[in-house]
């Protein structure tokens, strides 16, 4: 039986944004499951909408996100260890925070376009706290709507910085020279996805 994959679109995306990605883990053997969730909606909303999602899986799955979807895949197994998973892998997201986004609030249209996820952007301490391998992918070529806010202070994808994708306790990490929107589409990033979520490594 193909072992499922939870596929977390980013925020302002549709869940069909993951559909090039799910057939390259399809053909790749597993059984890619896109979950849809409102990215202005509150964190402890969305974490609660994902841990219902994932009880109704048949077997231990996979989680690939891609931005706050990788935010959301983080936070939902950390504060649910009782929901099973097989790893976990984190696309471009700003798990340590996000300064392009603390910039796009600082404008009355910027907080309404993200809602009640204008907090998550503020600097913060990310950890891993569950045994199963995680995996992050950061995109280094500065392609994306951050980089309109204003230059970026280091190596980024375009909005999100390779700081901000740190997460204490990670398993493994590495850099793919395209933008943050992009990381989805890379035929690169699925081959390296494949590879983890086989061996839980990059390499």
């Known amino acids: 039986m193909p072992e499922p994959v939870v596929l977390v679109h980013g925020l302002w995306m549709p869940a069909s944004a ?3 990605l799910a057939a390259r883990l399809s053909r790749a053997g597993y059984a890619p499951r896109r979950f849809a ?5 509150s964190l ?6 994902l841990a219902r999602f994932v009880r109704t899986l048949p077997a231990p799955a996979h989680f690939i996100g891609h931005s706050l ?33 603390r910039r796009l609030g600082r404008v009355r249209m910027g907080r309404w376009m993200m809602g009640a996820c204008g907090t998550l952007w503020e600097s913060r301490r990310a950890a891993w706290t569950r045994p199963e391998p ?3 992918i950061a995109g280094t070529l500065p392609l994306g709507l951050g980089r309109i ?23 493994d990490r590495t850099l793919v020279a395209t933008g943050h929107s ?9 081959a390296l996805a494949g590879r983890f979520l086989a061996v839980g490594r990059f390499a």
């Open 18 to 20: 993951m559909t090039v």
């Open 149 to 171: 806010l204003g230059r970026l202070p280091e190596r980024n994808d375009g909005v999100v910085c390779l700081s901000e994708t740190e997460v204490a306790g990670m398993t």
């Open 37 to 41: 969730y409102a990215g202005r909606r």
């Open 182 to 190: 992009t990381l989805i589409f890379s035929a690169r990033v699925a």
């Open 134 to 136: 995680l995996g992050v």
């Open 69 to 101: 979807g990788g935010v959301l895949v983080l936070e939902t197994l950390n504060r649910h260890p009782e929901l099973p998973a097989r790893s976990a892998l984190l696309l471009g997201a700003p798990a340590s925070g996000c300064l392009a986004g």
């Open 44 to 49: 402890e909303d969305n974490v609660q909408r």
